[in-house]
């Protein structure tokens, strides 16, 4: 990251900085998967000449064009299908037919979803003719391997930076934005995210039966903030290194854990794959015109299929679409604005319940696994001698980092900078206690990535 941006600003010709990007850009991808990058090179070879076909096709039929389309989208389907979902097919397979087909044990590329649904709404809005086709392959490609988002979100689409590639610039508002940014989000990263899944991943790899009630729960709501953290972070920090390229990336959350039903929820996480669905699959399919719930199923169950290979994740899914149908079937009794505190209390109550009962059938690894951990949070099919207290898992710093995340979630701290704003008169004095606290998080993500080794990234593996 030092050695691209020091060489970003070193060059002034635009088409060599974006040219500098994109190598730093496969580097990045191929860092650990060199022989994968050959992947890379067929979407954006697949995306680049779905589009421009789509664009010669409009000149002679809709048919032709259409079936361009068609092409387009098998073909980016189909490589991550196979990367995906073939070994997942042959287990489902194995399962029902009590076969046993050999598993091919493909490694997935890493971020395949993402950059597989950035090429397709590329080619997908150019059919629309809702951005002007792109005749520069070197464009598209810097489009679908930016290195910040490439991996991890925010899936981005080609409207939202199409100006920017051809023209930008780095003001000293968008460095100093992004570099904030930037550190904020490896803080919840390396601080929160980090501490939550030590405290997680130690509940969830013991012995399940030998939980308490309070250590099942406490181990469901660590992965409720790990998962949030880790996601919402790394946006953060792909959002900030966007800016400092002078690239304005799409916000990917707006704090999911203060919504008071599950609809909220989907409106405030991972905004950049709800907005997808909703764009390019549930307003084709009808929308809210017609068949509404069954549009509600089909898009939760390929959100939770998008997630991961495995019937963990679609049962997630539907898990959240069953209260998504609830919702908008009784929404005017249930959801009115106008409502009391205590009910507005509830209402939250209500979210946070179905949102962390979805997350342990999200963490478990099968849908008995996720069960027997839920009956394990209501006290049925516990051990007669439970292996730990919960002290085990809860120290003080562990207590700390739960504190500093409530408040967080709760939208303290953003009262806070505002309060402080409003107290300090002096522009110059509040960018210094700005840049004390900046720095202040930096130095402790750093001391925690370099005193251990425990770094796990959540969606690196979809």
Request: avoid cysteine.
């Amino acid at each position: 990251m030092p050695v691209t941006i020091i060489g970003y600003f070193l060059i002034n010709n635009l088409t060599y900085k974006n040219t500098w990007l994109l190598i730093m850009s496969l580097v990045f991808f191929g860092w650990s998967q060199p022989g994968y990058l050959w992947i890379i090179f067929l979407s954006i070879l697949i995306n680049y000449l779905g589009a421009y076909a789509a664009f010669v096709a409009e000149a002679r039929s809709k048919v032709a064009k259409r079936a361009v389309l068609f092409a387009a989208i098998a073909a980016n389907l189909s490589l991550l299908y196979y990367f995906k979902y073939f070994d997942f097919t042959i287990q489902t397979i194995n399962s029902i037919g009590h076969t046993e087909i050999p598993l091919k044990n493909i490694i997935l590329p890493i971020g395949i979803s993402f950059f597989t649904f950035q090429g397709m709404s590329y080619v997908i809005d150019v059919y629309r003719g809702e951005v002007p086709v792109q005749k520069n392959p070197f464009k598209v490609a810097l489009y679908i391997v930016l290195f910040p988002q490439l991996i991890a979100g925010p899936i981005v689409r080609y409207t939202d930076i199409a100006n920017e590639i051809g023209s930008r610039k780095t003001t000293i508002s968008d460095l100093s934005s992004g570099i904030t940014r930037f550190v904020i989000g490896l803080g919840k990263k390396a601080i929160i995210a980090n501490t939550m899944a030590e405290v997680a991943d130690g509940i969830w790899n013991g012995d399940i039966a030998g939980n308490t009630v309070l250590i099942a729960w406490l181990g469901s709501i660590a992965y409720s903030l790990q998962i949030f953290y880790d996601f919402s972070g790394y946006s953060d920090m792909a959002i900030g290194l966007g800016r400092v390229f002078g690239f304005h990336f799409i916000e990917n959350f707006n704090r999911p854990y203060i919504s008071r039903s599950i609809s909220e929820f989907w409106r405030r996480w991972h905004i950049s794959l709800s907005t997808w669905f909703r764009d390019y699959v549930y307003i084709p399919l009808g929308g809210n015109r017609k068949h509404l719930y069954r549009n509600l199923w089909t898009i939760f169950f390929l959100t939770g299929l998008w997630h991961g290979a495995s019937w963990h994740f679609v049962i997630w899914g539907l898990w959240n679409g069953l209260f998504m149908v609830i919702e908008r079937r009784f929404r005017k009794r249930l959801m009115s604005e106008d409502v009391s505190v205590p009910k507005r209390i509830l209402q939250h109550i209500y979210a946070l319940f179905i949102i962390n009962i979805g997350w342990v059938l999200f963490r478990a690894d099968t849908l008995y696994m996720a069960l027997k951990y839920i009956g394990t949070m209501f006290g049925v099919g516990l051990s007669k001698t439970p292996g730990f207290t919960i002290f085990w898992h809860l120290n003080w710093w562990v207590v700390f980092v739960l504190v500093i995340a409530v408040i967080d979630i709760t939208g303290g701290f953003i009262r806070l900078k505002d309060g402080v704003f409003r107290k300090i008169s002096t522009p110059a004095l509040y960018k210094t206690a700005k840049a004390v606290a900046i720095y202040g998080i930096l130095i402790l993500s750093v001391m925690r990535i370099m005193s251990g080794t425990y770094n796990p990234f959540i969606y690196f593996q979809f």
